[in-house]
């Protein structure tokens, strides 16, 4: 299933029922496609022919910039961390729950090595919860839903 900062209705039956059983939950789109980044904005354009990003809800221009206030919660606490924001978001995740495993996809190999290297961002409780509570209080524009584009 798709599983971020914006696209967390796993949260409500799925991961609960994995934590019980003991299951590893290994999401997919993890930084949302790149908008958890901080790198796409309404200018941003995706390859024609091969970027499912074209059909992703939150990427659409409007979308990109309803979804703002989330990608700039998200870069103050990279500010905060010495991070990336995509490290943050993944940070967030590993903090979250232990059975969560993300797989952040990339082309690229400087991207890979961001996304391991979240593994070097801790978030204390505090900071966790914080930051948790202020995505709880965000609208999420072009919302998937579970497990879908």
Not at 82 to 97: E, R
Request: glycine share 8%; with cysteine.
């Amino acid at each position: 299933n798709i599983y971020s900062m914006v696209e967390r209705d796993s949260e409500a039956e799925i991961i609960p029922y994995c934590m019980e059983h003991n299951i590893g939950f290994v999401p997919f789109s993890p930084i949302a496609s790149g908008l958890l980044s901080g790198k796409i904005t309404t200018e941003t354009q995706f390859e024609r022919n091969d970027d499912v990003r074209n059909w992703v809800p939150q990427l659409s221009k409007r979308n990109i910039a309803g979804n703002q206030p989330i990608v700039e919660l998200v870069k103050k606490y990279a500010d905060m961390k010495g991070a990336t924001p995509a490290q943050v978001s993944l940070a967030w995740m590993l903090h979250k729950y232990p059975n969560v495993v993300p797989i952040p996809g990339s082309k690229n190999k400087e991207r890979i090595i961001e996304n391991l290297d979240s593994v070097k961002v801790e978030l204390t409780d505090a900071e966790f919860s914080s930051l948790d509570e202020a995505l709880h209080g965000l609208k999420v524009y072009g919302h998937r839903g579970l497990g879908g584009f």
